[in-house]
T-cell receptor, first 113, second 112 residues
Framework: KAGVTQTPRYLIKTRGQQVTLSCSPI?????VSWYQQTPGQGLQFLFE???????NKGNFPGRFSGRQFSNSRSEMNVSTLELGDSALYLC????????????FGSGTQLSVL | GESVGLHLPTLSVQEGDNSIINCAYS??????FIWYKQESGKGPQFIID?????DKRQGQRVTVLLNKTVKHLSLQIAATQPGDSAVYFC???????????FGWGTRLMVKP
């Protein structure tokens, strides 16, 4: 079974631009979660989608948004990029029942210049 | 133990020794706990999990202990190998869904 796939692997943007990251979950998984990882803040939860609906949301500004498609694939978007948005963005998938192991992708490394 | 920001606590062990990584969690309502291993350039990899109605769970070479009284979680790795070198994170979940709150992580270094 293929693992969680995130694209692109690396991304360089400038301040003020917007970016879209993509995540394909493990086949059969209906929940997709997004996390931001930085040296200064560690791993922080962004949001979780289940059956195309946002089930949980972390404490991030509205510039961070996401969506999930009917095939469970998910995208997250960051608008008006700031230098502090430079981070590793990780996607994780799970079956969707809640309180279960999450399987992470390798992440998208975003650098904002 | 936990640290803040860039300065992860480091546990250095000799190959073949047992390792114990500790984690203090914050939410007494958390009902699910999980340990992840992260190697450089990779995403977190699942190691073992435990629910709040248990106090111990064993896997292959790993054991997780949960003490709800003091809100403490530990990961024991038996016969530590060089391939175990990585950063280890504990995470907790409270409420519906899969929203995990991660600890800061501990770097494990295994000396051959």
């Amino acid at each position: 079974k293929a693992g969680v796939t995130q694209t692109p692997r690396y991304l360089i943007k400038t301040r003020g631009q917007q970016v879209t990251l993509s995540c394909s979950p493990i086949s059969g998984h209906r929940s997709v979660s997004w996390y931001q990882q930085t040296p200064g803040q560690g791993l922080q939860f962004l949001f979780e989608y289940f059956s195309e609906t946002q089930r949980n949301k972390g404490n991030f500004p509205g510039r961070f948004s996401g969506r999930q498609f009917s095939n469970s694939r998910s995208e997250m978007n960051v608008s008006t990029l700031e230098l502090g948005d430079s981070a590793l963005y990780l996607c994780a998938s799970s079956l969707g029942r809640g309180g279960e192991k999450l399987f992470f992708g390798s992440g998208t490394q975003l650098s904002v210049l | 133990g936990e640290s803040v920001g860039l300065h992860l606590p480091t546990l250095s062990v000799q190959e073949g020794d047992n390792s114990i990584i500790n984690c203090a969690y914050s939410n007494s309502a958390s009902d699910y706990f999980i340990w992840y291993k992260q190697e450089s350039g990779k995403g977190p990899q699942f190691i073992i999990d435990i629910r709040s109605n248990m106090d111990k769970r064993q896997g292959q070479r790993v054991t997780v202990l949960l003490n709800k009284t003091v809100k403490h979680l530990s990961l024991q790795i038996a016969a530590t190998q060089p391939g175990d070198s990585a950063v280890y994170f504990c995470a907790e979940k409270a409420g519906a869904g899969n929203m995990l709150t991660f600890g800061w992580g501990t770097r494990l270094m295994v000396k051959p």
